[in-house]
């Protein structure tokens, strides 16, 4: 495996970084206490081409590798993990999953702006009663001929209020368990579609947690993204690539927090010296940075096996588990070294922490990664 970075992942993972430091740091806590969607600055990464990194120049897209997209997200999600969330859903569970089984009727009406970032994507498989257990669906999509009608709620949808574009699972077969699940191209707007309130959360706060009301809504024909019976296997195949995007959130939440730490640890004097000169912050420190490091290696390994072509459905799982573990760890001890200062919001270590708990929830919580891994071990 190579360790280097070529050229172009490293002027990649620096336009981030800037972007992040420059744009994103100003008003991150402010957005974090309000609760503000960053619409112009979410407008800013489309023109900088942060939100369709993947997909292929011929649809708008950035034409990039995953380890560049994997680079990036840490950059964003040092800084502003909700940014990162959004980024994240657009490019790894919507472009990626449109530009890899959709036609190319679908890539040219929805792609291209989604790709350039002119259009905001969301993706709609978790219900009130099918989150984990994702083959429950409730939600119905009945074939009418030229149409489908789709009935029911999805929950919890990142972008839920802010997107544009919605792919959206459904039953179309309740015979068929999980080959009876289709997946369709939705509009905002579109009559029948409801938009639910907005969740009140822990974390991510920026970032907009919406359910989905539909009744009757008419989705033409042309808008069911491949075969009947393919939505199933097309949420599982999104999301083993959202995972790395999800693991590379939390690698970023968990080396933002360790940089942030490190600093502080220099300037905290008590008993006459820095806090990093007392044995027991410098084993935290020496014990983040290990874990961090670790956690970079797998997610970079998975990103690798994706670019290689080859199958990475339990690296993806893996380096989400890991990589969401040592962010929730690391945030907390960087509340720690921080003192009391780090329970207030002005240091940003408190928002990390609690930003870096949906990491182990959200794309699959950890324990369903397990699920997948041991899963792929013993098939
Ligand atoms: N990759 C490819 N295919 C997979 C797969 C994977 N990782 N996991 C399962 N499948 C396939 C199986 O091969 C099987 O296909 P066949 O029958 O054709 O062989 C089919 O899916 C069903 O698999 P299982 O029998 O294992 O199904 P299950 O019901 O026992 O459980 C599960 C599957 C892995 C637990 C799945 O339900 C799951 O991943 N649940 C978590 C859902 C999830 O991650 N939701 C995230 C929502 S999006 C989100 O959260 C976005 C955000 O926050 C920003
Ligand atoms: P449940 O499935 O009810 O799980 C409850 C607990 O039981 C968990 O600890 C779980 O690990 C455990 N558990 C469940 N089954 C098993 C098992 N078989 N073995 C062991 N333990 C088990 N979904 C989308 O479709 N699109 C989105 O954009 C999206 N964004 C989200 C954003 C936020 C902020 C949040 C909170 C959620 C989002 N989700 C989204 C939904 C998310 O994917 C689900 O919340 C998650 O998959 C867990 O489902 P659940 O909440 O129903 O928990």
Request: charged residues 25%; aromatic residues 8%; proline residues 2%.
């Amino acid at each position: 495996m190579d360790f280097e970075y070529t050229q172009e992942q490293l002027a990649v993972r620096e336009a981030a970084r800037d972007f992040a430091s420059t744009q994103l740091l100003p008003g991150v806590i402010e957005r974090d206490i309000a609760a503000t969607f960053p619409k112009e600055l979410i407008l800013q990464m489309g023109e900088m081409g942060f939100l369709g990194m993947m997909s292929s120049p011929e649809y708008g897209g950035g034409g990039m590798d995953t380890i560049s997209y994997v680079l990036a997200m840490e950059e964003i999600s040092k800084i502003d993990a909700s940014a990162a969330v959004i980024m994240s859903v657009n490019n790894s569970l919507v472009c990626w999953g449109l530009e890899k089984y959709g036609n190319d009727q679908q890539k040219q009406q929805y792609l291209i702006p989604l790709a350039s970032g002119k259009s905001l994507g969301a993706f709609a498989l978790s219900e009130p009663e099918a989150g984990s257990d994702a083959t429950s669906q409730k939600t119905t999509a009945t074939h009418m001929g030229d149409h489908y009608l789709l009935n029911g709620t999805k929950n919890w949808i990142t972008n839920g209020n802010t997107a544009d574009i919605y792919l959206v699972i459904a039953q179309t077969d309740s015979t068929k368990g999980h080959h009876g699940i289709s997946v369709f191209i939705v509009e905002k707007g579109w009559p029948g579609f409801e938009i639910g309130k907005k969740e009140d959360k822990m974390g991510i706060r920026a970032s907009d947690t919406h359910s989905l009301m539909f009744s009757d809504v008419k989705i033409p024909k042309e808008n069911r993204i491949g075969d009947l019976g393919f939505g199933f296997k097309f949420a599982m195949e999104t999301l083993n690539g959202g995972r790395i995007g999800i693991a590379a959130q939390a690698l970023g939440l968990a080396s933002g927090a360790f940089e942030r730490s490190l600093q502080y640890a220099r300037e905290r004097y008590t008993f006459g010296k820095p806090i990093s000169e007392h044995q027991a912050i410098q084993f935290k420190l020496a014990d983040m940075d290990m874990e961090i490091e670790i956690a970079r290696l797998i997610c970079m390994k998975a990103a690798k096996t994706k670019d290689m072509g080859k199958d990475y459905s339990k690296l993806s799982a893996m380096a989400k588990l890991y990589a969401s573990k040592v962010a929730m760890e690391t945030t907390t001890e960087a509340v720690q070294i921080h003192g009391g200062y780090g329970y207030v919001r002005e240091y940003h270590v408190e928002r990390m922490m609690r930003d870096a708990k949906i990491t182990q929830i959200y794309e699959g919580t950890s324990e369903i990664q397990k699920i997948v891994i041991s899963r792929s071990l013993l098939r």
